[in-house]
């Protein structure tokens, strides 16, 4: 069975500040792909990351990066330097051989001014 | 160019009533998705299109949900006799084609509240 936790469920920093949001997956298949996804007040999901199952590699995307590590079955998010308009509910999600998307609970990210 | 969308955003009816909510997916893509999300919860899965067939409907809570994708484009998730646990938002998703790297565009949902 795949199942993705999302520990945090509200996480507030201050402006500028860097915040990492944890997401652990599980799944028996060998072959998968990990994605984030951004829910903002207006409410629809922006895709920003897929990895897959055999690329280790993080990746940074301006002041996003992922760290994926299959040895603690763990996809984190970092944000640096956060900003107002990063406060919104991320999802963690996993598709394995089944093409539907396997959610987190989220975690819902304040940023304060 | 156009993104996913759906109608109607807001959607109040009674119990017992029964609803269809529709969607467009991206021009081109073949694959459609619809996900059911409850206040503060993920996402999801109700049931997915390739074409016009429903290739997986192993998360349809129950036979009171049904969808259609008659042309391989617009689909409609219909429900009957609806109940207030059914209160929630519905997503609809595309991809170009159903494949586990694809990434999936979501619409803007529709907030169904059952009084």
């Known amino acids: 069975a795949q199942k993705v936790t999302q520990a945090q469920t509200e996480i507030s920093v201050v402006e500028k500040e860097d915040v990492t949001l944890d997401c652990v997956y599980e799944?028996?298949?060998?072959?998968?792909?990990l994605f984030w996804y951004k829910q903002p007040p207006s409410g629809e999901l922006v895709f920003l990351i897929r990895r897959n199952s055999f690329d280790e590699q993080n990746e940074i995307s301006g002041r996003y990066s992922w760290n994926f590590q299959k040895s603690t079955s763990s996809f984190n998010f970092t944000i640096t330097a956060s900003q107002v308009v990063d406060s919104a509910v991320y999802f963690c999600a996993l598709k394995t051989g089944a093409n539907n998307l396997f959610f987190g609970t989220g975690t819902r990210l304040t940023v304060i001014p | 160019g156009a993104g996913v969308s759906q109608t109607p955003s807001n959607k109040v009816t009674e119990k017992g009533k029964y609803v269809e909510l529709r969607c467009d997916p991206i021009?081109?893509?073949?694959?459609l998705y619809w996900y059911r999300q409850s206040l503060g919860q993920g996402p999801e899965f109700l049931i997915y299109?390739?074409?016009?067939?429903?290739?997986?409907d192993s998360g349809l809570p129950n036979d009171r949900f049904f969808a259609v994708r008659p042309e391989g484009s617009v689909s409609t998730l219909k429900i009957q006799r609806t109940e207030r646990g059914d209160s929630a938002v519905y997503l609809c998703a595309s991809s170009i084609y159903a494949r586990e790297a694809n990434e999936q565009f979501f619409g803007p949902g529709t907030r169904l509240t059952v009084l």
């Open positions: 021009s081109g893509h073949t694959a």
């Open positions: 299109f390739q074409g016009t067939g429903a290739a997986d």
């Open positions: 799944t028996r298949d060998t072959t998968y792909y």
